[in-house]
């Protein structure tokens, strides 16, 4: 199985502020790199596939990067809303893993 | 819009078997194009994806559950179902279902969710 690992576990950030996250992939997914956010109590959302493409109707302050093993995720502006948990998740070879998440908080 | 509802027992003897449906509605749950999933998170953990059934490509599980997995189809309910047999303490997790999708037939998403169910495992 291809291993996911995140970082950080979680970070504190102010509203208005950038926040990265990084996922890692234990070997070569090319861009097979998919990013949900996750709020308290709810399902996680869709918000960007193939590493870098922006779901429908997410906001543009979403952005991802990178290709390979190394993949980024940044959030331009940090809004009270977007105070929640991200993980990344491969898409490449099954079994289709998950990273442990991140916890974006105030 | 497919919108996506977990149903069945929040709690679970170990030994016994989970049994979890899930009902589709706003989209064919007879569409090849979707991958219909069961994802589940254990207590303040990641998600593990447990496994797809698909009208056209059948059905495959995680190696790490398949021994203990079945899932299947019931077109005439558009509805989806779960079963986990010989459940431990180790089960108890929030279980989604999911809608997956092959963006431009190459980017494998899940798209749609269920608001998820938890199942405890407990005598």
């Known amino acids: 199985d291809i291993q996911m690992t995140q970082s950080p576990s979680s970070l504190s950030a102010s509203v208005g502020g950038r926040v990265t996250i990084t996922c890692r992939a234990s070997?070569?997914?090319?861009?097979?790199l998919n990013w949900y956010q996750q709020k308290p109590g709810e399902a996680p959302k869709l918000l960007i596939y193939?590493?870098?493409s922006l779901q429908s109707g997410v906001p543009s302050r979403f952005s991802g990067s990178g290709s390979g093993t190394d993949f980024t995720l940044t959030i331009s502006s940090l809004q009270p809303e977007d105070f929640a948990s991200y993980h990344c998740?491969?898409?490449?070879?099954?079994?289709?893993?998950f990273g442990q998440g991140t916890k974006v908080e105030i | 819009q497919v919108q996506l509802h977990e149903s069945g027992p929040g709690l679970v003897k170990p030994s016994q078997t989970l049994s979890l449906t899930c009902t589709v509605s706003?989209?064919?749950?007879?569409?090849?194009?979707?991958?219909w999933s069961w994802i589940r998170q254990h207590p303040g953990k990641g998600l593990e994806w447990i496994g797809y059934?698909?009208?056209?490509?059948?059905?495959y599980y995680n190696p790490s559950l398949k021994s203990r997995v079945t899932m299947s189809l019931d077109t005439s309910k558009s509805q989806f179902s779960l079963r986990l047999s010989s459940v431990t303490v180790a089960d108890t997790a929030v279980y989604y279902c999911?809608?997956?999708?092959?963006?431009?037939?190459?980017?494998?998403?899940?798209?749609?969710w269920g608001q998820g169910t938890l199942v405890t495992v407990s005598s």
């Open positions: 999911a809608k997956g999708e092959a963006f431009a037939s190459s980017w494998y998403v899940f798209d749609s």
């Open positions: 706003g989209g064919s749950i007879s569409s090849g194009d979707y991958f």
């Open positions: 059934i698909s009208y056209t490509e059948g059905t």
């Open positions: 070997q070569n997914i090319i861009k097979y």
């Open positions: 193939a590493a870098s």
């Open positions: 998740q491969q898409s490449y070879s099954t079994p289709w893993t």
